[in-house]
Each structure stands twice: as structure tokens, then as C-alpha cells.
């Protein structure tokens, strides 16, 4: 599947008119689950095309949602660094405030961190000068799906972004259970976060109930929904 998957991720990339194999400082989100794993393995074992490895570090961070994950999940992705022969940079987000809602704290804390990061200079140069996250095909569907709850679609029918500033988002044509496939193949370690598909958080009710509902009735959510944006853009 490396082959396949990668020759997908270089097709996308071609898409950001980046000069490619990067050669400057980038980083690689990773959590520990499926999706971001499946990246950093992609982009350090078969990602030549796309970015110098030489150039590639990983970071992760904990976001103290799970009591007693924080140190499992970090010992997960520092094995996977030492696997691949990469560094390893971690940071901390503050547990989140009581009342507010977890998944949008966590993404802005998030954004905010990794803009920190990769606008932060080492020396006379940025410390990098992109971060890879792993957002797929799945994500842009539950995104949409989100985008028509909230009344937004007139407004947010870009999906997600390839190309967002310091950001690159290669997966957006893959489906997550390719990814899952794919780790299984490389014998990787990955982290089955209970909170994603919790019905209590938007996501994770999509995931759990929603989408496997709709699955039923004969036809795929993940395409159906997630093509909406390809069709706003003809």
C-alpha cells in the first residue's frame, strides 16, 4: 500500500506548486492514532518526492483530554521517532477550561501552537517552514457535514485547505480506513483514542452513529458528503 499511497500524496502535493522534495525544516503532526502515524511513516520511508527526510522532525502534543493517556500516547510517538530515525519535538496544551467545548478548544490551542512553532526562528531561519498534518478524506465529510448543520454553507463550502499557510494537508484524497490498512501493513503502533467516537462530541456521533446510519440506506456518507466541496469548486 506505501507505493500506492504515496504516489497519491506526491499527485496532491504537484497541486500546492511547491518546489518539490522540500528542502527547508518541516515537522509532522503526529498523535499516535492511525491517520497521523500513517503520515509520518509515508513522508519518512517512501516521501523522497515529496520532502527531504534529513529535513523531517516529528511533534506532538498532549492535550490532557484522557486521564493517563499523556504519557502512554508520548511514549508511543517517541518509539515511532526512533523508528524512523527522526526527532522528536513535544509540547503541552493546558487542560481545557470547564464549560467550554473540548473539541474546539483543543483545535484552537492546537493552531496556535504549531503557528508558534513554525514561525519561531533557530538562528536566521524559521525552526520550519511547514507542518504536515494528517487531515483525509473522512475529515473533509465531517466537515461539510458540519459546515450544513450550522447553517455555514453558503459561506465555508471550501472543505479543507491543502495549502494553509505554514500547513499542508497531503491525505485529503484518502480514506481513513486506507490509512488503518496501511499501518497494519507497516506493523505500526497506533493509539485507538476512545474520544473519537464518544456521541457526546460532534465527531465522534458522525463516526458512531450517524454515518453508519446513513451507510445502511445504500450509498457512502464519507464520498457523498465530502464530494460536495469538489462539486462548489466546478
Known amino acids: 500500500m506505501g507505493g500506492r499511497l504515496i504516489r497519491n500524496l506526491v499527485a496532491t502535493m504537484k497541486k500546492t506548486h511547491l518546489k518539490l522534495p522540500i528542502v527547508q525544516p518541516v515537522a509532522v503532526a503526529v498523535s499516535g492514532g492511525a491517520d497521523s502515524?500513517?503520515?509520518a511513516i509515508l513522508l519518512a520511508k517512501y516521501g523522497r518526492r515529496i520532502v527531504d527526510r534529513r529535513q523531517l522532525s516529528i511533534v506532538h502534543l498532549s492535550h490532557h483530554w484522557r486521564e493517563g493517556a499523556r504519557d502512554r500516547d508520548l511514549a508511543n510517538v517517541q518509539?515511532?521517532?526512533?523508528r524512523l530515525g527522526l526527532k522528536l519535538l513535544h509540547g503541552e496544551l493546558e487542560s481545557p477550561r470547564v464549560g467550554v467545548n473540548l473539541e474546539n478548544d483543543a483545535r484552537g490551542k492546537r493552531l496556535d501552537f504549531f503557528r508558534r512553532i513554525a514561525t519561531s526562528k533557530k538562528g536566521d531561519k524559521k525552526q520550519f517552514r511547514f507542518i504536515f498534518t494528517a487531515h483525509h478524506l473522512d475529515d473533509i465529510a465531517e466537515?461539510?457535514?458540519w459546515r450544513i448543520l450550522r447553517g455555514q454553507w453558503s459561506t465555508h463550502s471550501d472543505g479543507i485547505r491543502l495549502k494553509d499557510s505554514f500547513l499542508?494537508?497531503?491525505?485529503?484524497?484518502?480514506?481513513?480506513?486506507d490509512l488503518e490498512a496501511f499501518c497494519v501493513e507497516e506493523n505500526a503502533q497506533t493509539i485507538q483514542d476512545p474520544t473519537n467516537k464518544d456521541p457526546k462530541y460532534f465527531r465522534g456521533l458522525v463516526r458512531s452513529e450517524v454515518f453508519p446510519a446513513l451507510a445502511k440506506s445504500g450509498f457512502d456518507p464519507v464520498n457523498a458528503f465530502a464530494g460536495l466541496t469538489s462539486k462548489r469548486r466546478q
Request: charged share 20%.
Open 143 to 145: 466537515t461539510n457535514l
Open 37 to 39: 502515524t500513517a503520515l
Open 79 to 82: 518509539e515511532l521517532a526512533n
Open 168 to 177: 499542508l494537508r497531503p491525505l485529503l484524497n484518502v480514506r481513513k480506513n
